[in-house]
């Protein structure tokens, strides 16, 4: 059973390129849900995507957004890319009908410079 | 005041000993509560998950939750050298089965020492 998964693990940008972020869910599971997490700092809450819609938004600038394909799987796409931008971007699955307990992946390493 | 607060430690124990973790949360409604573990340079792994009152064991894990003083805690019993990671605390709010986001600390950095 495969877990969650995401590509790339590291990327470099230069500041204002645009970056996209790919996720796939643990198998059957429905719903996405994307974190950035600044060096020594918890994972703070980007946004929840369930039956390809934005169900839910954290304080993050619309720079940040996001898509869910059919197979549920799910983009991050960061504009203008800011110096504040490098951390490290976790997609974590779940499933709505299966209760609310969520899982990473392995995250994906974004340093701009 | 922040949402969920835990002690950033360093908490350093010797091998063998009872490592205890502590998080406190400010939304009263928040109704589910999750303990992920997080070894440096790789992402949250799920230790527990609690819900009502009470303790709640797993193995050498233990979590306590006292919702009337928003307080959940995580002890690690027999602590051992490869418990040497950073314990995220992470609240949820809302009604059970709601896919709602997860609120967390900023973590407690757990050494445990040979």
């Known amino acids: 059973d495969a877990g969650v998964t995401q590509s790339p693990t590291h990327l470099i940008k230069t500041r204002g390129q645009q970056v996209t972020l790919r996720c796939s869910p643990k198998s059957g599971h429905d719903t996405v849900s994307w974190y950035q997490q600044a060096l020594g700092q918890g994972p703070q809450f980007i946004f929840q995507y369930y039956e390809e819609e934005e169900r839910q938004r954290g304080n993050f600038p619309d720079r940040f957004s996001g898509h869910q394909f059919p197979n549920y799987s799910s983009e991050l796409n960061v504009n203008a890319l800011l110096l504040g931008d490098s951390a490290l971007y976790l997609c974590?699955?779940?499933?709505?009908?299966?209760?609310?307990?969520?899982?990473f992946g392995p995250g994906t390493r974004l340093l701009v410079l | 005041q922040k949402e969920v607060e835990q002690n950033s430690g360093p908490l350093s124990v010797p091998e063998g000993a009872i490592a205890s973790l502590n998080c406190t949360y400010s939304?009263?409604?928040?109704?589910?509560f999750f303990w992920y573990r997080q070894y440096s340079g790789k992402s949250p792994e799920l230790i527990m998950s609690?819900?009502?009152?009470g303790d709640k064991e797993d193995g050498r894990f233990t979590a306590q939750l006292n919702k009337a003083s928003q307080y959940v805690s995580l002890l690690i019993r027999d602590s051992q050298p490869s418990d040497s990671a950073t314990y995220l605390c992470?609240?949820?709010?809302?009604?059970?089965?709601?896919?709602?986001?997860?609120?967390f600390g900023s973590g407690t950095q757990l050494t445990v020492l040979p």
């Open positions: 609690i819900y009502s009152n």
């Open positions: 939304d009263r409604v928040s109704q589910s």
């Open positions: 992470a609240v949820k709010v809302g009604p059970s089965g709601s896919a709602r986001q997860l609120t």
């Open positions: 974590a699955s779940s499933s709505l009908g299966a209760g609310e307990t969520q899982y």
